[in-house]
C-alpha cells in the first residue's frame, strides 16, 4: 500500500469500528477496505507523495473531482462510485471526530447520478413453476426437499437467503411467525405461510442428519451448514430449463413476495416491516414495478390501444 503506516492504522480503525459497533459483515468491510484503500492510493500517485494523515486534511475539490474522473475512465459505473464514495466518506467522518480536523470538502462532494434500479421480481406463474420444477432436480429426495424449503422461504415469507440459511434445528418445525434477525441486526416478525411450514416439515422428514437446536437447520449432503452457492446453482438450472431470465434468481424471489403482495392490495407499511428495510423509500420501488405492470396491462387491454 502507498500510504503511510498513520494512515494504514486509522483505517483499520475505522474497519474494526464497522464491525464491532455496527455489525457490518465481512463482505461489507473488505469492500470497505478496498475502496478507501484505493482511494489512498489515487491521492498519493496524484500528488506523486506518500501520503499520510495531513494528505487527507488537505485534500481539496480538484482532488475530490480528478479521482472520481480516474473512476470513471476505469469503467467504474455511477452505482459503484456512488459505493467508492460512501466508504470514503464513512472514513473520513470517523476519522474528522478523532483527529479535529474538517471534513467538508469529502463530505460534501456528490456523488453521480444513476439511474434507478427496480428489482425485477417473476410473475406468480413464474415463482410456482420455480418451485414445482426445484422439486424434480434434486439427485436424492431429500436435497430436493430441502432446495424446494428454502426458495419456498425466500417467496413465501420474503427472506433474504443469508436469513433462510441461518435458520437452525431449534427452528423447526416452523412457528406461526419467524422472528428472522436481519440486516444492521434489525429484527422483525414474519408469518409463516403454510406452504413454507410444509416444504420445511417435509425436508426435516426427509434429511438424514441429526437437526440439533443450535446447528444448521439446512444442510449440505456431507452435512455441513449449506452453501448459498448451490441454491443460486440449482435456480440457474431451472431457469435455463424454464426460459426464464437471467434475473430470476434467489433474490428475485424476494421481490417476487414484495410485488406479489403489493399487487394483491398489501399495505406499503406492512410490506416494509416484512421486508425488514429501515427506509419507506426502500420499499416504494415496488410501487414502480406494479405501475409498470399496470400500465402493460393497460396498453395491451384498452380497446384504443
Known amino acids: 500500500m502507498l500510504v503511510s503506516p ?4 486509522a483505517l483499520e480503525g475505522w474497519l474494526d469500528h464497522e464491525a464491532s459497533i455496527k455489525n457490518a459483515s465481512e463482505h461489507t468491510i473488505s469492500a470497505y477496505a ?22 487527507l486534511v488537505n485534500v481539496t475539490l480538484r482532488d475530490m473531482r480528478s479521482w472520481m474522473a480516474h473512476e470513471r475512465d476505469r469503467g467504474i459505473g455511477p452505482r459503484s462510485l456512488a459505493r467508492k464514495l460512501s466508504a470514503v466518506k464513512g472514513f473520513t467522518r470517523w476519522l474528522a471526530t478523532r483527529e479535529a480536523f474538517d471534513p467538508t470538502v469529502i463530505l460534501s462532494t456528490r456523488a453521480p447520478k444513476s439511474p434507478p434500479r427496480l428489482p425485477r421480481p417473476l410473475t406468480p406463474e413464474g415463482a410456482r413453476d420455480m418451485i414445482d420444477t426445484i422439486a424434480l432436480q434434486g439427485q436424492d429426495d431429500w436435497v430436493a426437499a430441502r432446495d424446494v424449503a428454502v426458495v419456498t422461504l425466500l417467496y413465501g ?13 431449534a427452528d423447526a418445525p416452523l412457528p406461526p411467525a419467524l422472528r428472522i434477525l436481519g440486516k444492521g441486526q434489525k429484527e422483525r416478525l414474519v408469518p409463516v405461510l403454510p406452504a413454507a411450514r410444509t416444504a420445511v416439515d417435509r425436508y426435516a422428514a426427509l434429511c438424514p442428519f441429526d437437526l440439533g437446536d443450535d446447528a444448521p437447520l439446512f444442510r449440505g449432503v456431507r452435512g455441513g451448514a449449506l452453501n448459498r452457492r448451490l441454491i443460486q446453482k440449482v435456480m440457474a438450472d431451472v431457469r435455463a430449463q424454464l426460459g426464464l431470465p437471467a434475473t430470476a434468481t434467489p433474490h428475485a424471489m424476494r421481490h417476487s413476495f414484495a410485488t406479489h403482495l403489493l399487487s394483491a392490495g398489501g399495505d406499503l407499511r406492512a410490506i416494509q416491516d416484512l421486508l425488514g428495510h429501515a427506509s419507506l423509500s426502500t420499499t416504494q420501488v415496488y410501487t414502480a414495478v406494479d405501475t409498470a405492470r399496470l400500465m ?6 384498452h380497446p384504443r390501444s
Do not use: N
Not at 6 to 9: I, Q, V
Not at 157 to 169: D, F, K, M, Q
Not at 296 to 301: F, G, N, S, T, W
Open 6 to 9: 498513520a494512515l494504514r492504522d
Open 34 to 55: 478496498t475502496d478507501v484503500k484505493g482511494f489512498f492510493e489515487f491521492l498519493t500517485r496524484h500528488r506523486e507523495a506518500r501520503e499520510g494523515l495531513a494528505g
Open 157 to 169: 415469507c420474503g427472506l433474504r437467503i443469508s436469513e433462510a440459511l441461518g435458520l437452525t434445528g
Open 296 to 301: 402493460e396491462v393497460y396498453d395491451k387491454a
